[in-house]
């Protein structure tokens, strides 16, 4: 994929933010590379893809990253995403 060809010469580590199912189409993202990260009232929690036995299974059953995990950390109301600024 393009971003292991970008920190493969230089060993960087690039960490991405998406809900894009086409960025998480490339079937060569890991579980292990994965991070969901999950609101609450409390604060944040951030779990591996590779922690969930439910997400394991869809990538057998050859889901992809997308397809296995946006279902489970789509916001329950992305219009208040927007915070004003479509105005």
């Known amino acids: 994929s393009m971003m292991r060809k970008a920190t493969r ?24 590379e994965v ?4 609101p609450s009232p409390h604060g944040t929690s951030v779990t591996l893809a590779a922690e969930s036995r439910e997400i394991l299974a869809l990538l057998e059953s050859d889901f992809s990253m997308g397809e296995a995990v946006l279902p489970r950390v789509a916001p329950p109301r992305p219009e208040q995403l927007l915070l004003g600024f479509a105005d």
């Open 9 to 32: 010469k230089n060993r960087r580590q690039l960490f991405v933010s998406t809900h894009s199912a086409a960025l998480l189409s490339d079937k060569g993202i890991a579980p292990e």
């Open 35 to 38: 991070l969901l990260l999950s």
